[in-house]
């Protein structure tokens, strides 16, 4: 059984960082993209940033481009998203997803797997 499971999320001030990550489990994710998104109260989900299944390939909103970074763990099963200078409108429930196909990409549609979330809150 495919399992994501996000950790590491809390709260934080603004300015402040936070790291979370999602382990996969159930099949081999090495040729996955991975990819967060974000969905805050009453807002539809967002992408957020995506890495494809080498690491080599990465992509990010505007609107967290310079804050946050996508990685990959080496056994390529755990991808975290570091997340710096946080602001108030970053906070959210974020989402993990992994796409079969290993291109990355920022369509939540064509992700094939996603966890169960962890909340993000932010404050001023």
């Known amino acids: 059984q495919v399992q994501l499971v996000e950790s590491g999320g809390g709260s934080v001030q603004a300015g402040g960082s936070l790291r979370v990550s999602c382990a996969a489990s159930?099949?081999?994710?090495?040729?996955?993209?991975m990819g967060w998104f974000r969905q805050a109260p009453e807002k539809e989900r967002e992408f957020v940033a995506s890495?494809?299944?080498?690491?080599?390939?990465?992509n990010y909103a505007d609107s967290v481009k310079s804050r946050f970074t996508i990685s990959r763990g080496n056994a390529k099963n755990t991808v975290y998203l570091q997340m710096n200078s946080l602001k108030p409108e970053d906070a959210a429930v974020y989402y993990c997803?992994?796409?079969?196909?290993?291109?990355?990409?920022?369509?939540?549609?064509?992700?094939?797997?996603w966890g169960q979330g962890t909340q993000v809150t932010v404050s001023s």
């Open positions: 997803a992994a796409r079969k196909l290993g291109l990355q990409t920022p369509v939540a549609s064509a992700y094939d797997y």
């Open positions: 159930g099949r081999t994710f090495g040729n996955y993209a």
């Open positions: 890495i494809n299944w080498s690491g080599g390939s990465k």
